[in-house]
C-alpha cells in the first residue's frame, strides 16, 4: 500500500498514493540522461554505480536543495550484484562498502519483495518528516470473530487506515526519489 497505492480508495478526493505513483516523487531515468547503467549487469563497475549514485544524489540534493543524507532502497537483484568485489581499491570489500562512502549516502538496503522493488529500480529518500511521513488515520483496531463450536479456531479481524504523504514546497521540490527505466 505504502508503495504502490491503492487504486480507487479516496479520503476527501485524495487518493491513495505510494510512493510509485505519487506525483511529488522525483523520477530519475537510468536508460536517459547519459547513464544507461544496469546495476544488476554481471559486467558493471564501480565507475557506472558510483554514476548512478551521485546522479540520484544530484538530482535531491543538488537540483532539490535537500542537505541531509539519503538512504537507498534497492532492489534484490541490485543488492547482490553490489556485493561482489569490484572496485580497485584494496580498503572496500564489495561494491556496497565503496557506494556507502559517497559523502550524502546514509546508508544502503534492499528488499527481497518483488512488488516493492524489482531489477533495476531503487528509491533514494531523506529519512525526515519534512520529506516523507505515515499519517495515521485510524490505529490498527482488532476485534474476534464469533466462534460457532467450542471447537472452532479463534479468528480475528484486524484493520486500521494509514497512508503517505510525501511532502513539497512550493517549487515542488521533493526528497524522494524513485529510479528506474522510464520507458
Do not use: C
Request: charge should be neutral; glycine fraction near 6%; proline fraction near 2%.
Amino acid at each position: 500500500h505504502l508503495v504502490n497505492g491503492v487504486t480507487g480508495v479516496k479520503y476527501k478526493d485524495r487518493e491513495a498514493k505510494g510512493i510509485k505513483t505519487n506525483s511529488s516523487v522525483l523520477a530519475l531515468d537510468l536508460d536517459a540522461s547519459g547513464l544507461n547503467v544496469d546495476l544488476t549487469s554481471a559486467s558493471l563497475t564501480y565507475a557506472d554505480a558510483e554514476k548512478v549514485f551521485i546522479a540520484a544524489l544530484k538530482k535531491v540534493q543538488g537540483d532539490n536543495f535537500v542537505t541531509m543524507p539519503l538512504t537507498f532502497y534497492v532492489s534484490s537483484s541490485i543488492w547482490f550484484n553490489l556485493l561482489s568485489t569490484k572496485t580497485n581499491s584494496s580498503e572496500y570489500t564489495t561494491l556496497v562498502d565503496a557506494l556507502r562512502k559517497i559523502p550524502g549516502v546514509a546508508d544502503i538496503k534492499f528488499t527481497t519483495d518483488t512488488t516493492v522493488l524489482s531489477g533495476n529500480e531503487f528509491f533514494a529518500i531523506a529519512m525526515s518528516q519534512e520529506y516523507i511521513m505515515p499519517v495515521v488515520g485510524q490505529a490498527v483496531g482488532v476485534n474476534p470473530l464469533v466462534r460457532q463450536n467450542y471447537s472452532d479456531y479463534f479468528q480475528w479481524t484486524a484493520w486500521g487506515a494509514v497512508g503517505l504523504l510525501i511532502k513539497t514546497d512550493y517549487a515542488s521540490r521533493s526528497g524522494v526519489l524513485w529510479a528506474r527505466a522510464i520507458a
